[in-house]
């Protein structure tokens, strides 16, 4: 793992959730910290809320269905939010979405804060929900997510399988932000994750200036570059 000066750094324990502000010119690295974690993330910009991640427009302007290094995150106001610069995991599943509450007493039973407190099950949507609202937004933005760490592929007939123990302990991804972007993650359950009872991992967070020229590893698509051009245009500049 290549070493940097870190900003800042926190542990989200495996079913807990966080949000914040990364700035432009930094890269939040997230790292699986025991292994099978899955981190559900949304995007959205810091001074106009209503901009946010756009699953649709980032694969097909990509043409891909999962996200590795070299890929952006795209907008839906045609910019780019970050670029992913370093990954040891390698895939990260784009559509599958967030566990909800009904799925996660389906699967694991009921375990409520005033019994079990911090070992309560809590679903992705419920956390996501959670972070939202200290934001000041809610139910109606929660658009199509990213979820980090987890591996799901489909074969010809659109059948989705998922892949347990894809992401193995220590493996990250940097995502080198050119934007001021609202992060909200859950680190909740994958929907599809295959484990018998309730046992999310933890993700860490680290923060760190971005190395120069990292982000040059998205330009090779064009897309990425006609929408890094228009983060650059938001900000009234050329260049970074």
Request: aromatic content about 8%; glycine content about 8%; hydrophobic content about 35%.
């Amino acid at each position: 793992m290549n070493q940097h000066t870190i900003i800042w750094k926190q542990t989200i324990p495996g079913g807990c959730h966080w949000s914040g502000i990364i700035r432009r010119g930094t890269t939040l690295r997230l790292t699986d910290a025991g292994g099978g974690a899955n981190a559900a993330v949304l995007l959205f910009n810091q001074e106009e809320k209503l901009e946010r991640y756009n699953m649709a427009d980032t694969l097909k302007s990509q043409h891909t269905f999962r996200l590795t290094k070299g890929h952006a995150c795209h907008s839906d106001m045609g910019r780019i939010f970050c670029c992913i610069t370093a990954d040891t995991a390698g895939w990260h599943d784009t559509v599958c979405g967030l566990s909800d509450d009904a799925l996660i007493r389906r699967k694991y039973g009921e375990a409520r804060y005033q019994e079990h407190r911090n070992q309560m099950h809590r679903s992705g949507l419920s956390g996501m929900l959670i972070e939202l609202g200290k934001w000041g937004l809610d139910m109606r933005d929660v658009v199509a997510n990213i979820n980090f760490f987890t591996k799901v592929t489909s074969d010809a007939f659109g059948e989705l399988t998922y892949h347990p123990d894809h992401s193995k302990a220590g493996d990250y991804i940097d995502l080198s932000f050119v934007m001021n972007t609202l992060v909200v993650l859950s680190a909740a359950p994958h929907p599809l994750d295959t484990k018998k009872t309730y046992q999310p991992g933890a993700i860490s967070l680290e923060v760190f200036n971005t190395p120069p020229d990292a982000i040059k590893e998205c330009l090779h698509i064009d897309e990425n570059s006609r929408a890094l051009q228009n983060a650059q245009n938001f900000y009234g500049e050329g260049t970074l």
